[in-house]
C-alpha cells in the first residue's frame, strides 16, 4: 500500500503523529529496556542482553506498521460495504436523481460509515469546491485505501468524462463491482482457512509446551505451578492473536438487523442470557455436594449456558430462511408494483394471496401498516425488524427510497434480488468453512484434555512412586527425582486452559460465521464437555493401567 495513503488514513497530520504517538512509544521503548537492565542485570547476560534491543526495535516497528494496519482496516471496511454501496447508486439513479443530489443523499446515510465519510467528502468537493464530479472523484479516489473503491471511482469519473449517462454506467457496474466484492469474499474464507490449518499447527505445538511443563518439573526441580501458568498464558495469547486476525480479515457481512428498535428475538435472548445466567448460579452450589473431577464440575455449571445459544441458533436460523426467501419477494413486488404503475401498497395487496415462507406473517403485517398510512419508511423499518435480518432492512430501505424518487419498481426491485442471491450464495461459502472449523476445534479440544491429563497421569504416578520408596541408611539411587509438586493446582490449572480455550475458539466460530456472538454459548458449552469427557476417561484409563491410587 502507498505511503501517502496510509498516512492519510490516520485522519492527522504526520508531524502530530509522530509527535502525539509514535515519538512517546519509541521513548518508552528504550526507557523500558533501560529499567529492566538496572533491575534485573543478572538476567540480560551472554546473548540475553539482546532481549533487551528487541523492546525498542519492536515499539519502531510498531509505530511504522500502525499507519498500514489502519488503512487495511479501513479498506477492508469498504470493501465490506461496497455491494450496498453500488446497489443504493443504482437505485437511485434509476429514479434520475441529479450527481450532486445522488451523492449528498449517500453522504447522510449512517449505515455506510466510512464510505459515507468518503462520499461526503465527493459532495463537498462538488457543492462548495465546485470541482466536477470526475475530478472529485479522482481526487477521493486516489487518497482512498480500497482499490476496489477507488478502481470505482476512476471509473466512474471516465464515464461522465465520455458523456455516458450515469443511470446506464452504474447499471452495468453492478456486475463489475459485485465480481470484485465476490473475489475480496472468497478470498477472505480462502485465507481464513489458512489460518485455521495454521492454528492447529499452534495449538499442537502448545499442548506439547502443556505436557512438557507438567513432567519436566519432576525431573529438573523446577516450579510446576509457573510453568503451567506460562502455557496458560500462551494459550490464551495464542488464541486471542487468531481471534484478532480473523476479525482483521472476515468481511463485515452482519446478518441480524442493527436498527435501534428491539424486535421479539432480541427480547427472547435478553431473557434467554438472564435464565441461563441463573441456572449457572443455581448449579453453583449443587456441584459442591457432587463427587466428581472438577473439570466436570465446570462443565456441569456452564451447561445453563446452553439454553441461551439454542435460543440464538433458532433465531438465526429464521433469518437465514427469510434471507433465502427476500429475493423472490422483491422481484415479486418490483414486478406487480410496475404493473400497477408504481403503486406498492396494491402489489403487497396481491402478493398476500403468494406463499413466502417464513417472510408470510412479515408482508401481512408490512401491508396493514402500509394500509393503516403509518409513516411509510417506519412501516419498513419494522418489517425489517420482525425478519431481524440486516439485508432485508438495508435492500429494502433502497428499494422504498428509490421508488419513492420515481425509479422504476420492476427495474429497482430486479436489480436488488440478483445482488442479494450473489450476496446470500457467498454466505453460504462462509457457513461451510465456519463448520470445518467446528469438527476441527472440537477435536482439538478433545486433544488438549486428552494429553494434558496423560501428562499428569504420568507425574502423579512417578510422584506416588517415588514418595513410597524408603532407602536403607546410606544407599541412594542415581537419578533425583522432585515430588514436591501440587498436582491439584495443575488440575485447576488444566481445567482454566480447557474452559479458556473452548470460549476463544467458539468466539473465532462466530466470526467466521457471522452471527451473534451468543450463538457461540453452544460450541462453547459442548467444548468444554468434549475436553472434560475426554480427559477424565483418560485419567481413568491411566489409572487402570498404571495402578494410580
Same mark, same amino acid.
Not at 458523456?163 to 477472505?188: H, K
Not at 492454528?199 to 505445538?205: D, H, K
Not at 492473536?241 to 427480547?267: C, G, M, N, T, Y
Given at each position: 500500500?502507498? %505511503? +501517502? ?12 503523529? $509522530? +509527535?502525539?504517538?509514535? #515519538? ?18 543478572? #538476567?540480560?547476560?551472554?546473548? /540475553? ?10 515499539? @519502531? ?29 443504482? /437505485? ?60 470505482? #471511482?476512476?471509473?466512474?469519473?471516465? !464515464? ?5 449517462? @450515469? ?46 511443563? !507438567?513432567?519436566?518439573?519432576?525431573? %529438573? ?20 492473536? $487468531? ?51 472438577? $473439570? ?50 396494491? !402489489? ?12 408470510? %406473517? ?44 420515481? /425509479? ?8 436488488? /434480488? ?6 446470500? #450464495? ?11 472449523? @467446528? ?19 504420568? $507425574? ?16 541412594? @539411587? ?62 481413568? %484409563? ?8
Amino acid at each position: 500500500m502507498d %505511503t +501517502k495513503i496510509a498516512i492519510a488514513s490516520l485522519g492527522v497530520p504526520l508531524p502530530k503523529y $509522530v +509527535k502525539r504517538f509514535a #515519538l512517546p512509544i519509541v521513548i518508552f521503548g528504550f526507557l523500558l529496556s533501560g529499567v529492566l537492565y538496572v533491575l534485573f542485570p543478572e #538476567l540480560f547476560l551472554g546473548p /540475553a542482553q539482546y532481549v533487551l534491543l528487541l523492546l525498542p526495535i519492536t515499539c @519502531i516497528a510498531f509505530v511504522i506498521m500502525y499507519p498500514f494496519s489502519v488503512a487495511a482496516g479501513k479498506a477492508n471496511e469498504i470493501d465490506s460495504n461496497m455491494h450496498y454501496y453500488v446497489t443504493q447508486m443504482g /437505485a437511485l439513479a434509476m429514479a434520475q436523481t441529479s450527481r450532486k443530489e445522488l451523492f449528498n443523499i449517500l453522504a447522510h446515510d449512517k449505515n455506510y460509515h466510512l464510505l459515507r465519510e468518503e462520499s461526503q467528502k465527493i459532495f463537498l468537493l462538488m457543492d462548495t469546491w465546485n470541482l466536477s464530479l470526475a475530478d472529485a472523484c479522482r481526487f477521493i479516489g486516489a487518497r482512498n485505501p480500497s482499490i476496489i473503491f477507488a478502481d470505482f #471511482l476512476d471509473r466512474l469519473a471516465h !464515464a461522465v468524462q465520455s458523456g455516458e449517462p @450515469i443511470e446506464r454506467f452504474l447499471e452495468s457496474e453492478q456486475d463489475v463491482v459485485m465480481n470484485d466484492y465476490d473475489t475480496m469474499y472468497r478470498g477472505a474464507i480462502t485465507t481464513i482457512d489458512i489460518v485455521k490449518e495454521m492454528f492447529v499447527s499452534l495449538i499442537m505445538s502448545l499442548i506439547f509446551l502443556a505436557s512438557f511443563s !507438567a513432567i519436566m518439573p519432576i525431573i %529438573t526441580g523446577m516450579n510446576a505451578t509457573n510453568l503451567m501458568l506460562i502455557s496458560v498464558f500462551a494459550f490464551v495469547m495464542t488464541d486471542i492473536a $487468531v481471534i484478532f486476525f480473523i476479525k482483521s480479515k472476515v468481511p463485515k457481512d452482519k446478518i441480524w438487523q442493527q436498527l435501534h428498535i428491539e424486535s421479539v428475538a432480541k427480547r427472547n435472548l435478553k431473557r434467554s442470557i438472564t435464565i441461563s445466567l441463573a441456572g449457572c448460579l443455581v448449579v453453583i452450589p449443587i456441584v459442591g455436594f457432587i463427587s466428581a473431577p472438577g $473439570v466436570i464440575k465446570a462443565a456441569i455449571v456452564l451447561t445453563p449456558l446452553l439454553y441461551t445459544g439454542r435460543i440464538a441458533s433458532k433465531e438465526e436460523a429464521r433469518i437465514k430462511r427469510k434471507d433465502n426467501n427476500y429475493p423472490s419477494f422483491i422481484r415479486s413486488l418490483g414486478s406487480s408494483a410496475g404493473a400497477r404503475g408504481g403503486m406498492v401498497i396494491e !402489489a403487497l395487496k396481491s402478493l398476500r394471496a403468494h406463499d413466502f415462507g417464513p417472510l408470510t %406473517t412479515d408482508i401481512n403485517n408490512l401491508y396493514s401498516r402500509l394500509v393503516s398510512r403509518i409513516n411509510k419508511l417506519t412501516s419498513w423499518d419494522f418489517f425489517a425488524v420482525e425478519t431481524g435480518s440486516n439485508l432485508i432492512h438495508r435492500f429494502s430501505a433502497m428499494f422504498v427510497e428509490s421508488t419513492h424518487l420515481g /425509479a422504476k419498481a420492476e427495474l429497482v426491485g430486479d436489480m436488488i /434480488a440478483t445482488n442479494i442471491h450473489r450476496i446470500i #450464495l457467498l454466505r453460504k461459502l462462509r457457513y461451510q468453512s465456519a463448520s470445518t472449523m @467446528i469438527g476441527v476445534f472440537y477435536g482439538l479440544t478433545a486433544g488438549i484434555g486428552f494429553t494434558l491429563y496423560i501428562s499428569l497421569g504420568v $507425574v502423579e504416578l512417578m510422584q506416588g512412586m517415588f514418595e513410597s520408596v524408603e532407602m536403607p541408611p546410606g544407599m541412594s @539411587i542415581g537419578m533425583i527425582l522432585y515430588t514436591d509438586i501440587n498436582i491439584e493446582v495443575l488440575y485447576t490449572l488444566i481445567t482454566f486452559i480447557i474452559i479458556s480455550h473452548s470460549l476463544l475458539s467458539a468466539v473465532m466460530i462466530r466470526l467466521v460465521d457471522g452471527g451473534n456472538l451468543l450463538n457461540g454459548t453452544t460450541h462453547f458449552v459442548l467444548m468444554v464437555w468434549i475436553g472434560a469427557i475426554s480427559a477424565v476417561v483418560c485419567k481413568s %484409563t491411566v489409572t487402570s493401567l498404571l495402578g494410580i491410587g
